[in-house]
T-cell receptor, first 115, second 111 residues
């Protein structure tokens, strides 16, 4: 089984709808991240969480919210989807306690289209 | 804004040739990482180089870091068609907190 899973993998929705993207991990990591990727561009950080009680905004958090339901679960919500939120969304995890240098492990992505 | 800028944006080579990609960044860093992304898929970590390191090797990968010039390069030797992917550099300013990604280099290796 994959270490970082995302559901759904593809979603088409309409403007104004509320959408939730879910992420689960089995790596035992404390830190989880949500990114979006637009065509031909790198990843931009939306939100990140260093533990269940810690949520931080990234560089493009407007229009998004998150919930860290458990160490292993981190969900991203679009309260009222708009077309320019059409993108590829990635969840990532990193960080074991006491580890100084942390690579990130990515999920397979969710392709979201807002009509 | 993106911390890293990568050069070139696209690179096309023949199998067996070496591929070099460059990354420049703006602020001081704790470490720099390189990731690979196959089309539409999640990123995969390739290599991490710490700010006090100048060169690092992993298989056919060689990464250099010049903190005085705020730049890094990724060299893939003896490239294969399977190396075709996008390659991203990512900077970590404070040791495992958050990464800032460049816009990537699209590498195509022709058989």
């Amino acid at each position: 089984d994959a270490d970082v899973t995302q559901t759904p993998r593809n979603r088409i929705t309409k403007t104004g709808k509320r959408i939730m993207l879910e992420c689960s991990q089995t790596k035992g990591h404390d830190r989880m991240y949500w990114y979006r990727q637009d065509p031909g561009l790198g990843l931009r950080l939306i939100y990140y969480s260093f533990d269940v009680k810690d949520i931080n905004k990234g560089e493009i958090s407007d229009g998004y919210s998150v919930s860290r339901q458990a160490q292993a679960k981190f969900s991203l919500s679009l309260e009222s989807a708009i077309p320019n939120q059409t993108a590829l969304y990635f969840c990532a995890t990193s960080g074991l306690a006491g580890q100084a240098y942390n690579e990130q492990f990515f999920g397979p992505g969710t392709r979201l289209t807002v009509l | 804004s993106q911390q890293g800028e990568e050069d070139p944006q696209a690179l096309s080579i023949q199998e067996g040739e070496n591929a070099t990609m460059n990354c420049s960044y703006k602020t001081s860093i704790n470490n720099l990482q390189w990731y690979r992304q196959n089309s539409g898929r999640g990123l995969v970590h390739l290599i991490l180089i710490r700010s006090n390191e100048r060169e690092k090797h992993s298989g056919r990968l060689r990464v250099t870091l010049d903190t005085s010039k705020k730049s890094s390069s990724l060299l893939i030797t003896a490239s294969r068609a399977a190396d075709t992917a996008s390659y991203f550099c990512a900077t970590d300013r404070t040791s495992g907190s958050r990464l800032t990604f460049g816009e990537g280099t699209q590498l195509t290796v022709n058989p």
